[in-house]
């Protein structure tokens, strides 16, 4: 049972430039949620998407947006990156329609540096 | 705003004594409680949930935690600590839309 997975593992940007990531889904999963964890402080929710469509968003600028996939694969993108973007960007899967409190699992992110 | 609280940020134990890592939430009709935990360069592995059917919840590797509602806490226990447990603590709510809400984390350390 292939867990949560995200590519690239790691990656390296300027100033200005754009950066797609990617995420798979636990299998059986349909429903992704993306998280930005700066260095030293707790993960912070960016947004979640489930059929396709961004249902929850977290306080980050219109810069960061994403997409889902029939598949239930997901991207985070981040337009004209600054320096405070550099962080560990995770994703976690979960299924809606299983109890409230449903659990989400996490992928090992993406290392981000903005130079 | 619904939150919770890691009342330290370091916690340090000796290998084979008890572990103890304190977390209160903000006040609600049912909060769901999470604690993961982060080794180095790694992401988040669930240790546990609190989904109100037991308030003692078991988790992996020999954790648990207590849901006390009157003391709105939900304290990470352990009683004896590996090596291996040295890593990143966090205590997690689920808010009403799924969104997961962080603590400020505690790092715990092992000695020998």
């Known amino acids: 049972d292939a867990g949560v997975t995200q590519s690239p593992t790691h990656l390296i940007k300027t100033r200005g430039q754009q950066v797609t990531l990617r995420c798979s889904p636990k299998?059986?999963?349909?429903?992704v949620s993306w998280y930005q964890q700066a260095l030293g402080q707790g993960p912070q929710f960016i947004f979640q998407?489930?059929?396709?469509?961004?249902?929850q968003r977290g306080n980050f600028p219109d810069r960061f947006s994403g997409h889902q996939f029939p598949n239930y694969s997901s991207e985070l993108n981040v337009n004209a990156l600054l320096l405070g973007d550099s962080a560990l960007y995770l994703c976690?899967?979960?299924?809606?329609?299983?109890?409230?409190?449903?659990?989400?699992?996490f992928g090992p992110g993406t290392r981000l540096t903005v130079l | 705003a619904q939150s919770v609280t890691q009342l330290d940020s370091h916690v340090s134990v000796s290998e084979g004594t008890p572990v103890l890592l304190r977390c209160n939430y903000s006040?609600?009709?049912?909060?769901?409680l999470f604690w993961y935990v982060q080794h180095p360069n790694k992401g988040l592995q669930l240790l546990l949930k609190?989904?109100?059917?037991?308030?003692l919840v078991k988790g992996i590797n020999g954790f648990e935690a207590e849901f006390k509602k009157s003391e709105t806490s939900f304290h990470l226990t352990k009683p004896s600590a590996h090596m291996s447990d040295a890593a990143e603590y966090f205590c997690?709510?689920?808010?009403?839309?799924?969104?997961?809400?962080f603590g400020s984390g505690t790092q715990l350390t092992v000695l020998p």
């Open positions: 976690a899967s979960s299924l809606v329609g299983a109890k409230r409190a449903d659990t989400q699992y």
């Open positions: 299998s059986g999963h349909d429903t």
């Open positions: 998407y489930y059929e396709e469509e961004e249902r």
């Open positions: 006040s609600s009709y049912s909060p769901s």
């Open positions: 609190y989904t109100s059917a037991a308030t």
């Open positions: 997690v709510r689920s808010g009403s839309a799924r969104q997961l809400t």
